[in-house]
C-alpha cells in the first residue's frame, strides 16, 4: 500500500513539476555483493548489478555535470556521490564510473580512515545491540534507539571512560571494510574523482558545540588539502542542515557547497545548499523520484530556510 500511494503522489506531481532544467545529485554509500551486518540493516549498499543499472538509468536520462562546473542548462544534469568511504566504492563503483569518464565526489571521514577503526554510527550502534551498559547507559542519558543521531563526543567519551573493553575488531566486521588511506592517494590525481568533507567522524553536526563543530570540520580539512583532487565542498553527515554551521568555520576554508539529504532535486545550481537524492535500485526510481521531490520540498519548507 506504501509503494503504490507514493506511485500514485509521484505520477499525479510530476504533471506539475518542470523536471527539464534541474540538477539530481544521487547518492550511495556502499557497492558490493557481500554487505555488511550494519550495511543491510540500515540499507546504505547497492549490489555491483544494482549500481551498474542505476548509472545506466542516469547515464539515459541525464548528462552528467563537473562538480567544478556548476551551471544552470536547460538540461537534466547529475552527480554522483558516495558516503563515508566504504571500501567497495573505491575496489569496484569509482573504477567504473572511471571507465565511463562520469565524474563522481567521496565525502571522506578521515579518522576511522587514518586509524582503521570503526567510524561512531556502527560503534554506538553496535554497542546499542550487544553491550548492556551501554544500553543502562543510554536510559540513564535519555537516548533514544537512534542512538547515533543523539551521541556526542562528550557523551561517548563519558562512557569509554567507564568501560574501556570495546571490541573494535567485532564492531569493525560489523561496519564492513573503510578505505585504507594509500589507496585514496592512488586517485588523487584521477581527473573524475574527487573528495570533500564529511567531518573528522561521522556527527550529527546539530548535536555538535560550536567548538566541537569547527574542530571535527578543520580537522578533515587539512587531511582532506593533502590531495590534488579535494574539492571545498561539505556534505553534512546524515544529511541534517545546521543552520549556523558557517559561522563556525574560517573564513578562508568554508566550503563553496553545502549538501543536505531531503531525496530532493536541485532547480538552481547556484545555490550554495544542495540537495541529493537516494535511490535503493533502479526498479524504484519511476515509481517513488517524484514523490521523494515532493515530499523534500515540504521539509525544506518546514525545517529549514535556505
Not at 540500515?42 to 544494482?50: C, I, L, N, Q, R
Not at 554510527?121 to 554497542?127: D, E, G, K, P, R
Request: aromatic share 20%; proline share 3%; with cysteine.
Amino acid at each position: 500500500m506504501k509503494k503504490f500511494l507514493k506511485f500514485k503522489i509521484g505520477n499525479f506531481y510530476k504533471n506539475f513539476y518542470n523536471y527539464n532544467e534541474s540538477l539530481t545529485i544521487f547518492l550511495f554509500h556502499e557497492v558490493t555483493d557481500t554487505p555488511s551486518e550494519y550495511q543491510k540493516r540500515d540499507g546504505v549498499f547497492h549490489t555491483k548489478k544494482e549500481f551498474i543499472n542505476t548509472i545506466d538509468w542516469i547515464d539515459k536520462n541525464y548528462d552528467f555535470i563537473n562538480p567544478n562546473k556548476f551551471i544552470n542548462s536547460k538540461k537534466k544534469f547529475a552527480l554522483i556521490t558516495f558516503d563515508d568511504g566504504f571500501n567497495g566504492n573505491f575496489d569496484f563503483a569509482i573504477p567504473q564510473l572511471v571507465k565511463r569518464k562520469i565524474p563522481s565526489i567521496s565525502f571522506l571521514n578521515f579518522r576511522p580512515i587514518i586509524k582503521q577503526e570503526p567510524n561512531i554510527v556502527t560503534t554506538v550502534q553496535f554497542l546499542r545491540n550487544n553491550n548492556s551498559n551501554f544500553k543502562k547507559f543510554m536510559k540513564m542519558n535519555n537516548l533514544r534507539y537512534d542512538v547515533h543521531l543523539d551521541i556526542t563526543p562528550k557523551l561517548f567519551k563519558s562512557f569509554i571512560l567507564n568501560n574501556k573493553k570495546i571490541e573494535l575488531n567485532r564492531i569493525l566486521i560489523d561496519q564492513g571494510k573503510i578505505v585504507e588511506y594509500n589507496t585514496l592517494n592512488n586517485f588523487s590525481n584521477n581527473e573524475y574523482v574527487y573528495f570533500s568533507n564529511h567531518m573528522y567522524e561521522h556527527w550529527n553536526c546539530n548535536k555538535l558545540s560550536d567548538n566541537e563543530v569547527e574542530y571535527y570540520y578543520e580537522k578533515n580539512f587539512l587531511e582532506l588539502k593533502k590531495f590534488n583532487n579535494f574539492i571545498n565542498f561539505f556534505a553534512f553527515p546524515f544529511g541534517f542542515y545546521r543552520k549556523d554551521f558557517l559561522k563556525n568555520i574560517k573564513k578562508d576554508n568554508q566550503p563553496k557547497k553545502l549538501f543536505t539529504f531531503y531525496n530532493g532535486v536541485n532547480d538552481n545550481f547556484f545555490n550554495q545548499v544542495l540537495d541529493r537524492l537516494y535511490v535503493k535500485n533502479i526498479n524504484e526510481v519511476d515509481s517513488t523520484l517524484y514523490y521523494n521531490i515532493l515530499r523534500s520540498y515540504i521539509k525544506k519548507k518546514s525545517q529549514y530556510i535556505i
